[in-house]
């Protein structure tokens, strides 16, 4: 569909911006038809509708505009992959930090395809205030730098923060409760898992996902979170975080942690064992640290650019040393609380490991690999040897595409926790049933819309901005998602605490402020209300 040919109202069938016609000497050419990819509204019925809805009001500012739905799948390889298509919107990946996610896809050295900056965005002083943040040492100089780093992205305008969504927790509060969040999962996280109590002699957690898993290969998958919420409980990492944002080392496998210097970490580690039997010693560690790094695995190429390389001390002891020209302040937070510790006699002989095909994950974390019925079914069972046990025998997630199919499953404990976080009608029309709980707690996380600044007109960050003046985050808010969540304003949320700043430029929302700037910018309108460049 062509969102110019029906986004102007009652009053101009043929769409476009309704706007007084520029003198036709004074126009050059009209900017190119753009496209605005959207999921199929079976998977996400609430960001489905805010994309129609906002290439409705891009048409209404003189942009002529066609929506393409596509399957999940597809539209982020087209996006993140192959950088093919002018807007996007989806959420955020969950971060634990957000330069993190932003030196990912904001940096100016990642815009080939599939290396994150899908955006094209390109800035030399956002570079080196990611640059400075990931190097330094102390947290009161990285609150400075990353809140330049929001002033800075928020005049760019190269992402655009339109709602900044919550993490739910929705579950059947007669047989689970007790739901903790953490910061970069969220109620999906290791924290929530280990400190959930079953109710009612139940002994299964039981979820759901709207589409198939692709891969049971921790270094194989594209970071969407249906793995990652796996993945997290399966394998271990060196340290966790509690539901405050800080290092746990009583829910870790390092029992204590020291910077010996500018460069150089070092752990000590817990008795422990894998899946299998074997145990997991401080060789696996060193080996999985040196592993992930040598082999450039895709899914961690932030973290490896900060590994030097890991070496065992003594039988509990290992250390990891940061490159001299490349150390990391948050080590911890951006390298340690993410690289899964591996069985070194599983994976020593596998060649190019993102490739792999795992049939049976063999981690050491609190969950462990049951069964995978592709397409169907993924199940996990408790893995007793954990220094961190969870409350329950089994956990499964069962794919279920239909969201009215879900709630009947919760009403009726077939399922009783909703992981995928949907805010939508039948949450809506379900929240006040008795047996059913939603908690709400501030996310990492927010549907962001990203134009690719490689389309012509989109590299001009007026017409960015005008294109979020025309955004109706409100109307989102209140008749797409029910008023639960606000809108967005800040690329890093308040979720953040102290790494948060209010103090961004702020963008009211208005088709005529969108025309006014766009106009005050150099561009003009053709007699059909439809946006043009300017003779030069």
Known sequence: ????????????????????????????????????????????????????????????????????????????????????????????????????????????????????????????DADDLMDQYLEEPDADTRIDLVHDLQRTLMEDLPQMPVIDMP???????????????????????????????MQGGEDTLKGYWPEALDTMNVLGHND????????????????????????????????????????????????????DGEPLTVEDIAFSYNYISENEVPVYSVQSNFIDEAEVVDDSTVRIHMPDDNPLGPFNLLVGTQIPILPEHRWADRDEPSQVNVEEPVGSGPLQFDYWDQGAELGLERFDDHFAPVDFEQRFWRIIPETSTVWENLRNGDLNYEPFGRIDRPLDENRDEDQISVQS????????????????????????KAVFNAVPRSAIVDQILFGVPDPGFNVVTEAFGPLHTDDVTQYEEGVDIAIERLQDGGYGYDENGMLHFLVE
């Open 1 to 124: 569909m062509t969102a110019g040919c029906f986004g102007a109202g009652d009053d101009d069938e043929n769409g476009g911006a309704n706007v007084e016609a520029t003198d036709p000497d004074m126009l050059d050419e009209q900017l190119p038809t753009y496209q605005f990819l959207n999921n199929a509204q079976s998977y996400n019925p609430p960001r489905h509708d805010a994309i129609n809805l906002m290439a409705d009001q891009f048409g209404r500012i003189g942009l002529d505009m066609e929506v393409e739905v596509l399957e999940w799948g597809t539209l982020f390889n087209r996006v993140d992959v192959e950088y093919d298509y002018d807007f996007s919107l989806w959420h955020t990946f969950f971060t634990i930090d957000p330069v993190l996610e932003l030196n990912s896809t904001m940096y100016s050295e990642n815009t080939e395809p599939g290396q994150g900056n899908f955006a094209g965005y390109e800035n030399p």
């Open 441 to 464: 707690v501030p996310a990492t996380s927010f549907w962001h819309c990203t134009p690719n600044q490689r389309s012509d007109g989109l590299d001009d960050p007026e017409v960015r």
């Open 224 to 275: 969407e979170n249906k793995h990652t919420y796996n993945f997290v409980v399966i394998y271990d990492t060196l340290v966790r975080l509690d539901n405050e944002g800080e290092i746990d080392t009583d829910v870790s496998l390092a029992t204590d942690y020291e910077r010996v210097d500018a460069t150089t970490m070092e752990y000590t580690i817990r008795d422990h064992t894998f899946h």
């Open 167 to 197: 993490f739910l927790a929705v579950y059947n509060n007669e047989q689970v409760d007790n739901w903790e969040a953490d910061l970069p999962h969220g109620f999906n996280s290791y924290w929530t898992m280990i400190n959930l109590e």
